[in-house]
């Protein structure tokens, strides 16, 4: 048992880590519209959004890899509790809200590509709902793995 929890803690930070970088992403790109015309500012902020971009896809990686590890480990290692079977809806929900909030990723990182070649972004305001979105998804996935509601 020792073991899944290990595994789970492990798990647990690269969601953490991940899930960072997709709440800084968007931030980046509301800096990237709103940056005045200063060509060196936009540069350094591209860096960062490409830089911040290739972390989280890491992260996420690592973290799905971890999480296959628990939901299946039960089959490779004896002493791993079983998340297949009944009353696992849950967990279908909240694996169908995380390959939301990964597809918006994958939208925020294919804006700072525009942005990069000199395409237009969307309005401050749209951006700024964007990068309060994966916030509202992570509550209601927080709640989804407290509570097991079915």
């Known amino acids: 048992m020792q073991s899944y929890f290990w595994v789970k803690a492990v798990h647990i930070v690269l969601v953490m880590a991940w899930v960072a970088a997709a709440f800084y992403l968007p931030r980046i790109l509301i800096n990237i519209a709103e940056d005045g015309g200063n060509a060196a500012v936009r540069e350094r902020l591209l860096l960062m959004g490409r830089r911040l971009y290739r972390f989280g896809h890491v992260m996420f990686g690592l973290a799905v890899v971890a999480g296959l590890v628990l939901w299946l480990g039960y089959r490779v290692i004896p002493e791993f509790p079983t998340m297949v079977g009944s009353g696992t809806g849950w967990l279908h ?58």
């Open 93 to 150: 929900a909240k694996l169908l809200l995380v390959a939301v909030m990964f597809a918006m990723y994958i939208f925020e990182g294919r804006q700072l590509k525009t942005a990069a070649r000199g395409g237009s972004l969307p309005s401050t305001k749209m951006l700024r709902i964007r990068n309060e979105l994966p916030v509202l998804i992570l509550l209601v996935i927080v709640w989804l793995v407290l509570a097991k509601p079915f």
